[in-house]
């Protein structure tokens, strides 16, 4: 039995935990309201002048624009993929289905730098030139694991008997999948569009191989952290990108502790 003791010391550590994680971000959501282009704490007032001078920069809304589209891209062939892999590995047995999983999941196992610097290597020996669509690539790559990750875990927990219910009322495999599977399995579907989205939004290292000319916000940010020059409008994209981020993350949350599906 835990004495009171304890009990404040785990809740110190906790709360030890949570200081450690969010007072950066607390730091750059002050720093985004800064009136001052210097950044020292206490701040010297409040101000919404560097969100006007980041949203006028066509730099940045060229940036966010294509890290939207890269990220939106990669979702939609990621929930394809994806949920067609979790389909095929749960219902058939086939030779190698233990080998197609595992080379399913491998990539979000992978370091980031690993896997653009073979993207990389690919897109060279096969001399395709660097674009969005690379970008696209190398952002499906680990996004397809996150849907296939949430969509086979719902058809797990599936009683195969609905389907058979349905068919043996004279439902055909389509009329079944769409009336009763994707109901069932709608909420893990779009939990893990929402995190793939998230994930594919802000990063960077597989962005900064797969991009060639192409520049979007994460690395906009890193370009301008180097020169040192506009932090200022680097902290306002960086909470552009926190909330661009969280409130999927927030979403995909609520809808994976959501009983059921949510198709009618």
Known sequence: METGFAKIALRAWVVLV???LFAPIALILGYAFNASNIQTWPIAGLSLRWFGSAFANEEIRTALVLSLKASLIATSIAVVLGSAAA??????QFFGKETVSFAVVLPIALPGIITGMALNS?????GIGLSIWTIVIGHATFCIVIVYNNVIARLRRVPMSLEEASMDLGADQWRTFRRVTLPMISTALVAGALLAFALSFDEV???TFTAGAQNTLPLWIFGAIRLGQRLPEVNVVVLVIM???????????????QGGGMLK
Not at 122 to 126: A, K, Q
């Open 18 to 20: 949570v200081l450690f």
């Open 87 to 92: 389909f095929a590995v749960h219902r058939f």
């Open 122 to 126: 690919f897109f060279v020996f096969w």
């Open 205 to 207: 290292i597989v962005t």
């Open 243 to 257: 909330a661009v981020t969280f409130l999927p993350v927030m979403l995909a949350y609520r809808l994976t502790h």
